[in-house]
């Protein structure tokens, strides 16, 4: 009789697990219930015992679903009114991402920022390390323009 139990929860591997491999409708420590079921398909559904209001479990986990206004909107990367990043700041975070690039040989690069425009002056080895330069500068938060001035040695 214990066989017949353990083969008919058994899961994925062998065995229940931590309960996330589970087929049937227990509600487990996640917070959903449902898992991989036998056919391979996955059901996600919130827990009626959790509170899920807040877009939260018990645990802190924000996984950006309320319990009937469906996927919550993000507000990441909206800074307050009239906020601006300062020169300054740009200015070290485009010098540290080209430092710390494998492609860039930055050793021959100078940076200037004024008002969000960063400029780069200086020469570079490829004309592929002059792009990533610019894609780089283009990827800092706060940088408006680039303007691109390298020169490619030969």
């Known amino acids: ?29 996640t917070g959903f ?15 009626r015992h959790r509170d899920f209001d807040r877009g939260g479990d018990d645990r802190g986990w924000n996984i950006g679903y309320g319990s009937d206004r469906g996927p919550q909107q993000s507000y ?25 690039d494998h492609d860039v040989d930055a050793s021959e690069i100078e940076v200037n920022v004024a008002g969000g425009v960063v400029t780069l002056n200086g020469t570079v080895d490829e004309r592929q390390a002059k792009r ?10 706060g940088v408006k323009d680039v303007q691109n001035n390298l ?3 030969r």
């Open 76 to 100: 990441r990367g909206r800074g307050p009114k009239n906020y601006v990043r300062s020169d300054e700041r740009i200015h070290e975070d485009v010098c540290e991402r080209l430092a710390m």
């Open 151 to 153: 020169r490619v040695t």
């Open 1 to 29: 009789m214990a066989n017949d139990n353990r083969s008919r929860n058994s899961g994925m591997f062998g065995y229940e697990g931590e309960g996330y491999m589970r087929g049937g409708g227990d509600e487990l420590s």
């Open 33 to 47: 219930s449902g898992g991989y079921g036998r056919r391979g398909e996955y059901n996600m559904q919130p827990s």
């Open 132 to 141: 990533l330069a610019e894609d780089i500068c283009e990827s800092v938060r």
